[in-house]
């Protein structure tokens, strides 16, 4: 998975309670992205960060915020977690160099909003 | 604004056939043309990208896409079939001219399930 790893993998939490994921890449690219997948809707965009302490709002980013202090972390904080945010986060990377637009993946992490 | 359609939500062939995951788009401008595949409980893979050029573009695992401008379309295409090729596709997109942080629109997805 592209230099890229995501923890915790899995997670259960409670309603109302702060849920923080991070993201971690070793491959130094400029580009991070936070992802949401749920069936019948593909992959949304919450959140991405073009440089360190630069970020800017997807799709989805209600209740949803972000923080890049290090190229290389992207964490992902969901304020108030309600059941409606149970899904799959997926982090990506990009260069975004002019000759190399896509993304790289990482494993994921599924998290259940009880 | 940019958006990507994949109108089956899933494609069945037999090992052995030509298949085909058909991918349209809607850009303002030029289109930058992805495929992704997912495997379970992975995450996207990335299998080939259009960005300008020949119209067939050749990517991993022996597929190939066809990029066709005057349908908006950007097909999956594989001449022989595999078991193993069973997984969730992903088409994307990119507007050439967007400046801001090469952000890519998914189409919600297409599960191909190839058979003995």
């Known amino acids: 998975d592209a230099g890229i790893t995501q923890s915790p993998r899995h997670k259960v939490t409670e309603t109302g309670t702060p849920v923080t994921l991070r993201c971690h890449q070793t491959?130094?690219?400029?580009?991070m992205y936070w992802y949401r997948q749920d069936p019948g809707h593909g992959l949304r965009l919450i959140h991405y960060s073009y440089g360190v302490k630069d970020t800017d709002k997807g799709e989805v980013s209600d209740g949803y915020s972000v923080s890049r202090s290090k190229t290389e972390d992207f964490l992902l904080t969901l304020e108030s977690a309600t059941s409606s945010q149970t899904s799959v986060y997926f982090c990506?990377?990009?260069?975004?160099?002019?000759?190399?637009?896509?993304?790289?993946f990482g494993p994921g992490t599924r998290l259940t909003v009880t | 604004a940019q958006s990507v359609a994949q109108p089956e939500d899933q494609v069945n062939v037999a090992e052995g056939n030509p298949l085909t995951v058909k991918c349209t788009y809607s850009?303002?401008?030029?289109?930058?043309l992805f495929w992704y595949v997912q495997y379970p409980n992975r995450g996207l893979q990335f299998l080939l990208k259009y960005i300008t050029g020949d119209n067939l573009v050749k990517g991993s695992y022996g597929f190939e896409a066809e990029f066709n401008k005057s349908q908006t379309s950007f097909h999956l295409k594989k001449p022989s079939a595999l078991v193993s090729d069973s997984a969730l596709y992903f088409c994307?997109?990119?507007?050439?001219?967007?400046?801001?942080?090469?952000?890519?629109?998914f189409g919600t997805g297409t599960r191909l399930q190839v058979t003995l």
């Open positions: 491959e130094n690219h400029r580009y």
């Open positions: 994307a997109v990119r507007d050439m001219w967007d400046g801001t942080a090469s952000k890519l629109t």
């Open positions: 850009v303002s401008g030029n289109p930058y």
């Open positions: 990506a990377i990009s260069p975004a160099d002019s000759s190399s637009y896509e993304q790289y």
